[in-house]
């Protein structure tokens, strides 16, 4: 087999990772956080029954809809396949696109979704559509300049903002990783993974009442394969975010170092253990704090770009 061959399936399995496995880990989360609360739960698969049912329903879609409402659950479910491809899901070797986009691009194009889907959630002149939308934009303009500081702090490490580059650097360096300036900025990202997925203190994924929702508001007005989408796009975007914290940022290794079969399917095991750690981390976290007051989720933010500030000017003094 060719090594273009071997590099384009190398291409395949990391997408299908992604597609494959994202719903079974917000499945593992719900779970872990009922269990923590000492509930049953559903089952770790409820996710996928969930997306198998909206396939099966039909399509109810608004007379005040435009073109945005229908393309905006095929965008947000394009873009964190798009951002696999540049990331280190499974193989530390780069891979066709990992030159065409650093870290930067990956949260643009995570923006882009998030954007297309805020516009949706206007379109069909719901109430609590726009109100969600503008909640969820205000998260985000509050949260992109945290992506960038995090990015730009651990580039001076590998001297490069594309993601395979800072993990061989980290790999190559552990004891970096130790370092006050690189521990800051693994706090002030694991909050910006909590605000960006509309987890507790930011927002309650369990909520239901619609006045008092951020993200889901977004998606009252789906139905259908919208719905699916939409629910399966979600569950992608915490995939990709929980892979760059545990494969760029926390730990570099396990994974696949050759475009042998073998070592792509080995790495597996290993990266999905690493995300069940952080699961429990995550569950843990959400199970000891409350939903904040909508005024008190720009502090919460704040206080990320805060930390990623001081890491960079620990990180900049160390370099002097």
């Known amino acids: 087999m060719s090594p273009l061959v071997q590099h384009l399936i190398a291409n395949l399995v990391q997408v299908a990772f992604l597609v494959v496995f994202a719903p079974l880990v917000s499945g593992v989360l719900a779970r872990i956080e009922e269990m923590i609360q000492g509930k049953h739960g559903p089952s770790i698969l409820q996710p ?13 879609v608004s007379e005040e809809a435009s073109w945005v409402f229908r393309f905006a659950p095929f965008i947000a479910f394009v873009m964190p396949v798009f951002v696999v491809l540049l990331i280190p899901a499974l193989t530390a ?37 726009p109100i969600g939308a503008s909640r969820t934009r205000m998260v985000g303009f509050l949260s992109e300049p945290v992506f960038i500081m995090v990015f730009f702090s651990v580039s001076y490490v590998a001297n490069s903002t594309i993601p395979y580059a800072v993990n061989a650097a980290w790999a190559q360096s552990w004891a970096t990783m130790l370092e006050p300036a690189h521990l800051l900025v693994l706090v002030a990202f694991l909050m910006l ?13 369990s909520g239901k009442v619609e006045i008092a929702m951020i993200g889901h508001s977004k998606n009252l007005e789906y139905s259908g394969r919208g719905a699916a989408l939409m629910k399966w796009a979600g569950t992608m975007k915490l995939m990709v975010l929980i892979i760059i914290f545990v494969n760029v940022l926390v730990t570099p290794w396990g994974l696949a170092a050759t475009t042998h079969w ?10 999905l253990g690493k995300i069940l750690l952080f699961l429990l981390g995550l569950a843990v976290i ?28 620990v990180r900049l003094v160390n370099l002097a």
């Open 286 to 313: 959400e199970a000891s704090l409350a939903k904040l007051r909508l005024f008190r989720i720009s502090e919460f933010l704040a206080s990320a770009f805060v930390i990623c500030l001081f890491a960079m000017s």
């Open 193 to 205: 993974v909590i605000a960006e997925n509309d987890r507790i203190p930011v927002d309650s994924p």
């Open 93 to 129: 070797y780069p891979l066709f696109f990992a030159f065409m986009g650093d870290m930067v691009a990956a949260g643009f194009f995570l923006a882009l979704g998030g954007f297309f889907v805020a516009l949706a959630a206007m379109d069909t002149g719901n109430a609590y559509g």
């Open 48 to 60: 996928y029954r969930d997306i198998a049912k909206f396939f099966a329903k039909d399509e109810v």
């Open 262 to 271: 073998g070592d792509i399917f080995l790495s597996l095991p290993k990266v």
